[in-house]
């Protein structure tokens, strides 16, 4: 089936910086959709993109939907102790419309 | 207000105990699914429902079970047949698309 690659499994960054996340695919994608994970909670839907070449920002949060339709980033600016969570990157595939999941990128942010 | 209601938060089971996980909705959503999240796994889905009295496996099915009697209802029974069955469980919904989580059920075999 088609998969989602995130890397690294794990980020620190320092109280103040940007960090940047990206999800790839060997298939091409026709949304893709970022959600975050806090401890103990579902995901949360941050930012759905529809259309290659998209560039859709939420407050400090500004993602890109690829041109090749295999890739999507995530950045985060001016980062703060509560970005901390799991970020997944997430695609429809299949007739259903199933949502695939990438494994996740857990970021730590220290004061 | 509108929302996915997964219970109990955590639960408990002994070994070769069937144990049944819940998960209401009252967003008039048609579509449900459960997911099984493992550290550094990511979300991994085990069956889901596109409409009342229908759902199908997925890619982990083996060992659980699922029902779709009511729209708002999609129950998750994990079962004895399930060896491996601590995990964080996700139940979501969805129109169109757009899915929506629960806060999952943290299962742990004692």
């Known amino acids: 089936g088609q998969q989602l690659n995130q890397s690294p499994q794990s980020m620190f960054i320092q109280e103040g910086e940007d960090v940047s996340m990206n999800c790839t695919s060997s298939s091409i994608f026709n949304t893709w959709l970022w959600y975050k994970q806090e401890p103990g909670e579902g995901p949360v839907l941050l930012i759905a993109l529809y259309k290659a070449g998209e560039l859709t920002s939420n407050g400090r949060l500004t993602a890109q939907f690829g041109i090749t339709r295999k890739d999507s980033f995530l950045n985060i600016s001016a980062s703060i102790p509560s970005d901390v969570g799991i970020y997944f990157c997430a695609g429809p595939t299949g007739a259903n419309s199933k949502l695939t999941f990438g494994k996740g990128i857990t970021l730590s942010v220290r004061p | ?110």
């Open chain 2, 1 to 110: 207000d509108g929302g996915i209601t997964q219970s109990p938060k955590y639960l408990f089971r002994k070994e070769g105990q069937n144990v049944t996980l819940s998960c209401e909705q009252n967003l008039n959503h048609d579509a449900m699914y459960w997911y099984r999240q493992d550290p550094g796994q990511g979300l991994r889905l085990i069956y889901y429902s596109q409409i009342v009295n229908d759902f199908q496996k997925g890619d982990i099915a083996e060992g659980y079970s699922v029902s779709r009697e009511k729209k708002e209802s999609f129950p998750l029974t994990v079962t004895s047949a399930q060896k491996n069955p601590t995990a964080f469980y996700l139940c979501a919904s969805s129109i169109y698309g757009g899915y929506t989580f629960g806060s999952g059920t943290r299962l742990t075999v004692v």
